[in-house]
Antibody
Framework: QVHLVESGGGVVQPGRSLRLSCAASGFTFSSYGMHWVRQAPGKGLEWVAVISYDGSNKYYADSVKGRFTISRDNSKSTLYLQMNSLRAEDTAVYYC?????????WGQGTTVTVSS | DIQMTQSPSTLSASVGDRVTITCRASQSISSWLAWYQQKPRKAPKLLIYKASSLESGVPSRFSGSGSGTEFTLTISSLQPDDFATYYCQQYNSWWTFGQGTKVEIK
């Protein structure tokens, strides 16, 4: 059974940092690109970042470019999102998703709240 | 950037109704379009990919059509479990979602 489990969310002050993790199981993690997608409270879905299967290519939405870093550890089947210089508008549920061009498997999400 | 526009934003329907949701792209995306269903406090679930391919395990009452800039998601006979929000997503150039269509009980 393919499974993605996010963790690391919480309440953080503006300007601080947070690192999210996404643990994968049930498929060959090292063969697939992976995404982060977020959803602000009461809003729609926003693509955040993608990383290639081997970590050699990374792309970001303009809204997070220069502040967020996507990475992966294929030996641990884990995806990461390092979020620096957090802003109130980064408050959202963050989902990781398996890439098949479209996103065929999603985690349950982890909530990040940026507030003083 | 490619913009995705869904209509309507909200749709009121009854069990058994045929429901159609439209998604328009700001430029041609060929058939690189997916549809997702999301229920409150749950992760999105893939329904359709490549505009018309049904994801494994998804009921056959869901279907997708279109190419280029105009796409539709059709639910042939709405079931109680189908009341949810639906999103289209293009993956021709990066990834962009539509704003969502909430299907609610009439």
């Amino acid at each position: 059974q393919v499974h993605l489990v996010e963790s690391g969310g919480g309440v953080v002050q503006p300007g601080r940092s947070l690192r999210l993790s996404c643990a994968a199981s049930g498929f060959t993690f090292s063969s697939y690109g992976m995404h982060w997608v977020r959803q602000a409270p009461g809003k729609g879905l926003e693509w955040v970042a993608v990383i290639s299967y081997d970590g050699s290519n990374k792309y970001y939405a303009d809204s997070v470019k220069g502040r967020f870093t996507i990475s992966r550890d294929n030996s641990k089947s884990t995806l990461y999102l390092q979020m620096n210089s957090l802003r109130a508008e980064d408050t959202a549920v963050y989902y990781c998703a398996k890439n098949h061009s479209h996103m065929d498997v999603w985690g349950q999400g982890t909530t990040v709240t940026v507030s003083s | 950037d490619i913009q995705m526009t869904q209509s309507p934003s909200t749709l009121s329907a009854s069990v058994g109704d045929r429901v159609t949701i439209t998604c328009r792209a700001s430029q041609s995306i060929s058939s690189w379009l997916a549809w997702y269903q999301q229920k409150p406090r749950k992760a999105p679930k893939l329904l359709i990919y490549k505009a018309s391919s049904l994801e494994s395990g998804v009921p056959s009452r869901f279907s997708g059509s279109g190419s280029g800039t105009e796409f539709t998601l059709t639910i042939s006979s709405l079931q109680p479990d189908d009341f949810a929000t639906y999103y289209c997503q293009q993956y021709n150039s990066w990834w962009t979602f539509g704003q969502g269509t909430k299907v609610e009980i009439k």
